[in-house]
């Protein structure tokens, strides 16, 4: 490996590094209702935001009105009896050639505790799912350029997700289009993959 391939192979390292970083600070603000925040990580030529079958949000002014508008309520206060826990899993990112776009898969598991199961009262739920999201780096920093959330369940604790697979599912208000995919336990589908199989190639 001559000079120029370590260096490039050194900042390849130091982009997945930041992307990791990116994700988990995601996540992070989207357990602590931070909505403007999550914004500002997102590139002003994002494509879109899919979020199981709440709906594909397109461009910036989709990231606002999903986070903010949707998920934040439009700005008011979250009740202080409601969590959402959302634990990023098993990622594996992967940048494009050049060094400018990348892309990144995650497992994602949530433990809740929200208004979504019985109105009116808080209940303790469990969700999991795979996020395939595309990343640009912009000015020297990386931001979502796409994201996709793929819902596998969302239950109640009690239940469990073979007895209650789906709970306070429905298209949000707002979405631009309906989901693009969504096959929920017990008919999931793979998520397809983005990276080729690092032995074989394909």
């Known amino acids: 490996m001559n000079l120029e391939e370590l ?7 130091a982009d997945i590094e930041e992307i990791n970083k990116l994700e988990r600070i995601y996540g992070y603000y989207l357990d602590n ?3 403007e925040e999550i914004v500002d990580l ?3 030529d994002t494509e879109s935001v899919e ?20 998920l934040g309520r439009g700005g008011k206060p979250r009740p202080s009896d409601e969590m959402a826990i959302h634990t990023q899993l098993q990622g594996v990112v992967n940048v494009d050639p050049g060094g400018k776009t990348a892309k990144g898969r995650w497992y994602c598991l949530m433990i809740q505790a929200h208004y979504g199961i019985e109105p009116g009262v808080p209940r303790a ?9 595309e990343y640009v780096k912009e000015e020297g920093k990386w931001k979502f350029k796409k994201l996709y959330y793929n819902l596998t369940f969302r239950s109640p604790y009690e ?8 709970v306070a599912g429905g298209l949000a ?15 999931q589908k793979l998520v397809p993959f983005h990276w080729k199989h690092p032995i074989t190639g394909e």
């Not at 989709?62 to 949707?70: E, L, P, R, S, T």
């Open 51 to 70: 979020v199981a079958d709440r709906g594909v949000f397109l461009g910036k002014e989709g990231v606002k009105k999903f986070f903010i508008g949707y």
């Open 125 to 133: 739920g469990w969700g999991f799912g795979v996020y395939e999201n």
């Open 33 to 35: 209702y931070m909505q």
């Open 159 to 166: 239940d469990g997700w073979v007895k209650t697979p789906m």
């Open 7 to 13: 260096e490039a192979k050194i900042t390849e390292l």
């Open 173 to 187: 208000e707002g979405a631009d289009r309906p989901p693009t995919a969504y096959s929920p336990y017990p008919n």
């Open 42 to 44: 997102f590139s002003d």
